[in-house]
């Protein structure tokens, strides 16, 4: 019987690439979906209620990689849809005017968004991302703003312009996936380079510049930013105010006041009940703590940024090298990079094993010539490997008989 390795039912490669470009294509049917909320004046259904068609497309994206016949498939995209648009009626919507339209109106952004995913799923051409595809995207939001303007809706063209920033983010998000999955699918499989280090950094670099984007996007989004504007100057004016009241405590003290202290200097005057104002001492250590509080922060803040930065330092990759006391340091291992040497100046013994040295010899300068690397210290084998990446898979008994050669000359 013959084994044979049995294919998972769901296909997890380029998972995250694939979401994000879902997720433009959803941004951009909740762009499109702004103009028919104006148009059709469907008073029910607000930018927030849109963004849940998010959820919507990253579904669709799971339920497309599974390995399964077209009619499961297209019947899981319609359950799918159906479910949410059931729980849309029933809770979301429930009790609020235009009900039914509201629906059909959700219903068909849904639809869009099926339709995406459908040909996602069965198109034979392999997709990338490409820069291409954001100016069209971008193109297509120009076309959008222009046309609120020209309703008359110019408070919608916020959220247009909120589309457009996500799908920049997710589409420079997507690319350094895309680039370096595929620019680099040799070094992700090979054992000799730090690739778990290079992979764990470039994902929290993308985690940390579209989670801070999306972070604030949102803040911008569902928190009242009138009352966060009063917020802030209200601070602003307590600050004023307590420098101020800095400014005239120490005009005071200049000029040599002080009748808040009775005549020994050791207790403060009590104030009048009705009329109380803070003692000076009460300030002065209210503006300490105030000030240890601050620098405390300032603190923390300067050693998470520095903690941030050291993340951001690529780690430094060093060569899978077995270190042996009995390792032999062989003319191979000297072959030099820049600088052509003629055979005649080396010297590969006699006999059998000369003829197999000088075979390898050349072999491996040929094959640096056309491009692979070789240091001191690189094992036979890892030359070998490199060899049958450049198509000459001949290399094998050669590496074998250089090795026997190798070896048997250094116990002799």
């Avoid at 470009?21 to 979906?33: D, N, Y």
């Avoid at 000088?358 to 890892?382: D, H, L, M």
Wanted: aromatic content about 12%; hydrophobic content about 45%.
């Amino acid at each position: 019987m013959t084994d044979k390795t049995k294919k998972s039912r769901f296909v997890s490669d380029y998972l995250v690439i694939d979401i994000m470009s879902s997720l433009m294509v959803c941004f951009s049917v909740i762009s499109v979906a702004v103009i028919g909320l104006v148009y059709f004046t469907v008073s029910a259904l607000s930018y927030r209620h849109l963004c849940t068609l998010t959820f919507v497309s990253v579904a669709f994206v799971f339920l497309r990689r599974l390995r399964i016949p077209q009619f499961l498939m297209i019947a899981s995209h319609f359950i799918a849809g159906a479910l949410y648009l059931a729980l849309y009626y029933y809770y979301i919507l429930d009790g609020t005017p235009e009900l039914l339209g509201a629906t059909i109106f959700m219903g068909t952004c849904v639809f869009a968004l099926f339709i995406h995913s459908m040909t996602y799923r069965y198109s034979k051409k392999t997709r990338h991302i490409l820069f291409d595809n954001l100016v069209v995207f971008l193109s297509v939001h120009s076309v959008l703003i222009f046309t609120l303007v020209v309703m008359g809706a110019t408070g919608k063209t916020f959220y247009i312009l909120l589309d457009s920033i996500m799908l920049v983010v997710l589409h420079f998000a997507a690319r350094q996936l895309d680039v370096f999955d595929t620019k680099y699918y040799h070094n992700l499989h090979s054992s000799t380079q730090p690739i778990k280090s290079m992979k764990s950094q470039n994902h929290y670099s993308i985690f940390l510049i579209f989670g801070g984007i999306m972070f604030a996007l949102i803040l911008l989004l569902f928190m009242p930013v009138e009352t966060i504007s009063a917020f802030i100057q209200g601070v602003i004016g307590a600050v004023f105010s307590f420098l101020g009241y800095i400014l005239n405590l120490l005009n005071k003290w200049a000029h040599g006041s002080g009748s808040e202290y009775n005549n020994h200097g050791a207790e403060l005057v009590q104030p009048d009940a009705e009329n109380y104002e803070p003692s000076d001492a009460s300030m002065i250590i209210t503006i300490i703590i105030i000030v240890a509080i601050a620098l405390l922060l300032f603190f923390i803040v300067i050693n998470a940024i520095r903690r941030l930065i050291k993340r951001f330092q690529l780690a430094e990759g060093s060569e899978k090298v077995i270190e042996r006391n009995d390792a032999v340091i062989d003319i191979i291992e000297e072959v030099p990079k820049t600088k052509k040497i003629s055979g005649k100046h080396l010297d590969f013994g006699e006999g059998y094993e000369g003829k197999i040295r000088k075979q390898y010899y050349n072999t491996v300068t040929r094959a640096i010539r056309k491009g692979i690397t070789v240091k001191k210290g690189t094992s036979p084998r890892q030359i070998e490997q490199q060899i049958k990446e450049k198509g000459d898979p001949s290399i094998s008994e050669l590496t074998s008989l250089y090795e026997s050669v190798r070896y048997n000359k250094k116990n002799s």
